[in-house]
């Protein structure tokens, strides 16, 4: 089955600078990448996604990027604030049934 | 509207015994995910329903786990004869069509097995 890794496990950066969190799948086949977003004590959301035939996609703050050929995929945070500290996970699906999860990063931004 | 419910929230269970976990979807949401999270770990797919089938139960770590989803809404969780290692948070969330759609997340039960 997919095989997702995610590094680093944690991430502390200055409140301002710019944060990113990579991951590799194992899967040529899998077509959609999702993020999520865990706040400490409460549920994951989602806060951008990526589909295999886009290579970026931005949101304001936040892009992600894909490379199918290498099968891996970023999470760009840029002007990171104090409320970007979480828990961010990727994840991996190729039917969008079945979803593979990274293990998580956990992310501190000082202010 | 309301989000994903789960109950209980809590639940402590002695080795041996079963336990039941309950999920109440959104209301309209036909794909319904039951996942595992263990302590500093990912969320680890556990299974899949589109309406009250479940077309792969692959996920599911072991025989003693089953799931079913009744009238396309609520969805149980069931595990058999627990284990200390299968003290996790367990998290439920459906999605509209489910696919390539956002997943609403429920805020979990946690269990704890002694």
């Known amino acids: 089955g997919e095989n997702v890794e995610q590094h680093p496990s944690t991430l502390s950066v200055q409140e301002g600078d710019s944060a990113v969190i990579k991951c590799t799948y194992s899967?040529?086949?899998?077509?959609?990448f999702p993020w999520y977003k865990q706040e400490l004590g409460k549920r994951p959301q989602l806060i951008i996604d990526?589909?295999?035939?886009?290579g970026e996609k931005k949101d304001q703050r936040i892009a992600v990027t894909l490379n199918k050929t290498a099968k891996h995929f970023s999470l760009h945070i840029t002007e990171t604030q104090p409320e970007d500290s979480a828990v961010y996970f990727c994840?991996?699906?190729?039917?969008?049934?079945?979803?593979?999860f990274g293990t998580g990063t956990s992310l501190t931004v000082i202010p | 509207g309301a989000g994903v419910s789960q109950s209980p929230s809590n639940k402590v269970t002695e080795k041996g015994k079963d336990v039941e976990l309950r999920c109440d979807p959104i209301s309209g949401h036909t794909a319904l995910y039951w996942y595992r999270q263990s302590l500093g770990q990912g969320l680890e797919f556990l299974i899949y329903?589109?309406?009250?089938?479940?077309?792969?139960k692959s996920g599911l770590p072991s025989d003693r786990f089953s799931a079913e989803r009744t009238g396309g809404s609520v969805s149980t969780l069931t595990i058999q004869r627990t284990q200390q290692e299968d003290s996790a948070v367990y998290l439920c969330?459906?999605?509209?069509?489910?696919?390539?759609?956002?997943?609403?997340f429920g805020p979990g039960t946690r269990l704890t097995v002694t």
């Open positions: 329903f589109q309406g009250n089938s479940a077309p792969d």
């Open positions: 969330a459906s999605s509209s069509v489910g696919g390539f759609y956002e997943q609403y």
């Open positions: 994840a991996a699906s190729i039917t969008g049934n079945q979803f593979y």
């Open positions: 990526i589909r295999s035939n886009v």
């Open positions: 899967d040529s086949a899998s077509n959609y």
